[in-house]
């Protein structure tokens, strides 16, 4: 899940003091809910980022491939997910192991009856039930295309593995190690999740520490007191695996008329990078995010996975690119966030009805922001990720001159919204984001900025000569009135309508009506402004 926290979009010089927005607010919004990891289980830490999409790899039980550093983790997070599993499992070095290693010897007597037959030994891969292809990236291109069988269609010269579950693979990332080559493209193609297993220094403090005093069942062989509890095995994991398998049909029907067309308009996006996705791509693509959704719904909970859908998205497509493999990792993985933006804002069919209802009654209301607030507000639960950016999107103000009735009316329900989602437990990434860039837009002064005379042009008479000497910001309406009118340019303003009428009278009214409707009422009636 993106976990960034609300403060990243405030303006580091705002005084919290002078914000309506205060920090200890901000700090309500969590991500998510519970926190349910299964890898620390295992006595694997620092997975928190990527454990979802390991997971989801579980259920779809398409091949997976790690890509890592040295002592990251790889083997012993594949050996741990077997031994819980219950399932037979070997790891081979692809740099290594030949033919023979995998298949057994031809039995001569088999051959003789024109049968091709194995005579299997404890290496082969024939009863095996989850194998793990390290350094797969080191192996021969004669052994590359061997294993390209095996990954494909789980067979050996046609011959089926019957008893073979799960296919992971590892490599080392490129351009930091020799030896290491990007994969084959056809091999790549083959596996579904392509997952960039953290760094030491890319995980938290407390994880760190973990690593530290962690002993795997490899480490320090000769003092046996410390291997005593070392036998490593997870109960929750193949309950959770087996309770996704069973929503991932369910899942898929709920969110395919979202992640259908999502996909689409990806595909319409990437194509513009000059870069391309073929289609046995998207349907992996298709294929992980029903799967990731469905361990999000069984570790956090359905709510969650409807109030964050498109940032789980956007954190299973990052995990199901081939692109980590090759030499294109870097371009393309900076593009990502600003191709998933420009898919959510192209996404129309699932958003049409709803935002259309809400922009009608709008303008029947002649754009009263504080209704469509509390609509919204009332159906907010309701509504899926999507129909909530679509329509807030569309609290705009009049393109024509606006009143300081309208422009008060705007600030204050731009307010409510926000203090309505910072009061939730937790908020979509997309949509907090949104709300705080259209409530800067209006409302946030630094203290550097607070100088009246470096603010004429906006306050004029009739006659257009600044009035400015008998303004003063110790009264609290002037204070509040002054910050929104300086938020709005003299030419055009945030939201491109014409500013024409913002003169002095359009100040002095705005001061009255903030002045009368919201300071000389009741306590309550402050804070909410």
Known sequence: MNKTPITKYLNKNDNPNQNIVKQSELKRISYPTQKIEVLPQLKIYGYSKVEDAILAGLVTGDPVLLIGKHGS????????IASSLGLRFIAYDASKALFDDIVGYPNPKSLQEGIVDYVPTPLSIWDKEFILIDEISRAMPSMQNKWLEIIRSRTVMGRPITSLKYIFAAMNPLGEYIGVAPLDIALLGRFAFIIRVPEIYEIDTEDIKKVITNISKDDAVMIETIHKNNNVVSTTLPKLIDTAKKLYSQIS???EKIIVPYLFNFLKEFLQTEHSLDGRRLGMLNRNIIAYLSIATVKYGKKYVERNLTSLIYNCVEHSLPFAATDEAKNIYALLPTLHQKVLISIKSQTELSSKLFQQHYELKKRNIQWMVEMLISTYDNLDEIEKYEIISNLTLPKEDITPEQFLDYVVGVRKLLKFLLAKTDVEHEIITKVVQ???????ITNIARDINLYSSPLCAED?????????????????AYRCILNLPHEK??????TSNINYAFFMKLRILIKKNYIDKSQKEKQNL
């Open 253 to 255: 029907q709920k969110y």
């Open 438 to 444: 259209i409530y800067r837009n209006i409302t946030s």
């Open 493 to 498: 303003s945030w939201f491109g309508m014409s």
């Open 73 to 80: 983790g790889k083997t012993m997070l594949v050996s741990a």
């Open 464 to 480: 257009g000569k600044p009035i400015i000497e008998s303004i003063t910001l110790n009264d609290l309406a002037t204070d509040i």
